[in-house]
């Protein structure tokens, strides 16, 4: 009859959420629902996650948004919704999306890369201690806590910071292919309708 006609044709919005932090340490637990979401999905069913993350590691947010991939290889759109941050690793998952949608106050952004670290060469050398570490690799430590930093060292880490950017830009611009990405990969943040003219969220 009419009515289970209309009940088997209805379509599913899953819904799901990703607070992340700086280690994307929640992506375990993605990974599991979002198995559990592909698993269960009939064709024309949505997914909605809404995120919340100012970003982190590389290797985190990475892993994070090759978990969201899934769900375009299996057909389903997505929309993830910014309620206050998407920034950074954050917005490498958002660039996923079929669909953006931010609050007005969202931040949205931060295409870039940041290394830093604390250096006590100086403080250790002036206290008589001298920290000893055998590599075996031109670089396999250039600037570290405990070693005085040479301009070679510092050449070397911003080629591997630069070398990631460009990563991390050509994996957003690929899969938002919208952006202007030469604009926007310069790890400003924006809001509102800035973020909007950027063709950050829709």
């Not at 206050?84 to 690793?89: D, E, I, L």
Request: glycine residues 8%.
């Amino acid at each position: 009859n009419e009515d289970h006609a209309a009940v088997v044709g209805r379509k599913n919005l899953f819904v799901t959420t990703f607070p992340g932090d700086t280690t994307a340490s929640q992506v375990k637990e993605l990974r599991e629902e979002v198995t559990a979401i592909v698993r269960s999905a009939k064709p024309g069913d949505e997914v909605l996650l809404v995120l919340e993350s100012g970003g982190g590691t590389v290797t985190g947010y990475g892993l994070a948004a090759a978990q969201l991939k899934r769900f375009k290889d299996a057909n389903l759109k997505l929309t993830i919704c910014v309620e206050q941050v998407a920034a950074s690793g954050g917005y490498m998952m958002c660039c996923i999306a079929d669909h953006i949608v931010a609050s007005p106050f969202a931040v949205l952004g931060s295409i870039g890369v940041i290394s830093d670290q604390p250096n006590v060469y100086e403080r250790l050398k002036k206290e008589g201690i001298e920290f000893q570490t055998v590599t075996a690799g031109k670089y396999k430590r250039t600037i570290t806590p405990t070693k005085k930093v040479t301009q070679e060292d510092l050449d070397k880490s911003k080629e591997d910071v630069e070398a990631i950017l460009k990563l991390f830009s050509g994996f957003v611009a690929s899969n938002r292919p919208i952006l202007d990405i030469e604009n926007v990969a310069t790890g400003e943040t924006w809001f509102d309708q800035d973020a909007l003219d950027r063709n950050l969220c829709d």
